[in-house]
């Protein structure tokens, strides 16, 4: 185990992490034991009763959060003639195709989303080994591969999310800041849990969310009782 601060541990006396809560009760605690003055992310992690090897037990999907996620998002978006245009037009940080390929090569990487028109996939696909470890790369089933532009900027602007299951069963996404407050956080997190459920296989066997934690950037994880999430 790593030495934790005395922060860390004083925040954490009288409180048992080793019990399962509500899902509010858990947000609440989670917020309450914080101990640094940034406003932290908060996040969940979410264990499935699938086995991602096998691939009609992949869970892979998207989620608008209603509340969004508390931070400015970065979108470039690599399209050609009126698409440019329109992504220009929509709000994105940053439109072309050679010339923005270039500067990634180069090792620029101040965006937080890509987005790419159809049609561009050939250039794109030479910087695919630079963006696919980051997670930067667009792609079709999360709706970054699209001629429709306007609507993939805008929605990755309102809080769009792209989840995917790990190899150990488990989804981790983002779902906002400290700063929101017990209620936004537990809309956001219903919402992906129903994102979550929409996309349950047919070959998943048993309990679907098997369990549930709750955590800011730098506090404890918090265990959700996955039956009050009904």
């Known amino acids: 185990m790593p030495k934790r601060g005395k922060k860390y541990l004083e925040t954490g006396k009288g409180h048992d992490f080793t ?8 947000i609440e605690l989670a917020l309450e034991t914080t101990y640094v003055k940034f406003d932290e992310s908060v996040d969940v992690a979410v264990r499935l009763g699938v086995d991602p090897r096998h691939a009609d037990q992949m869970v892979r999907g998207t989620c608008i959060l209603p509340n969004g996620l508390g931070k400015e998002v970065r979108v470039l978006v690599f399209a050609r003639g009126e698409k440019a245009k329109e992504a ?53 089933k999360t709706g970054t ?28 996404a983002p779902m906002g800041k400290k ?29 679907y969310i098997r369990g549930m934690a709750v955590s800011t950037t730098m506090g404890r ?5 996955t039956l009050t999430l009904k």
């Open 88 to 140: 220009e037009e929509a709000g994105a940080d940053y439109v072309g195709l050679e010339d923005l390929v270039e500067k990634i090569q180069g090792g620029w990487f101040d965006f937080d989303k890509a987005v790419a028109t159809p049609d561009t996939m050939g250039v794109v696909g030479r910087i695919g080994k630079l963006l696919g470890p980051r997670g930067l790369m667009p792609n079709a």
């Open 19 to 26: 019990a399962k809560l509500g899902l509010r009760e858990g």
């Open 221 to 225: 994880g918090v265990k959700v009782d």
């Open 179 to 207: 700063s929101f407050g017990p209620e936004k956080l537990e809309e956001n997190i219903r919402a992906f849990l129903d994102s979550i459920m929409k996309l349950k296989p047919s070959a998943a066997k048993g309990a």
């Open 145 to 172: 591969v699209t001629f429709d532009v306007a609507r993939a900027v805008d929605e990755l602007k309102a809080g769009k999310i792209d989840f995917r299951v790990e190899k150990a069963g488990i989804v981790h």
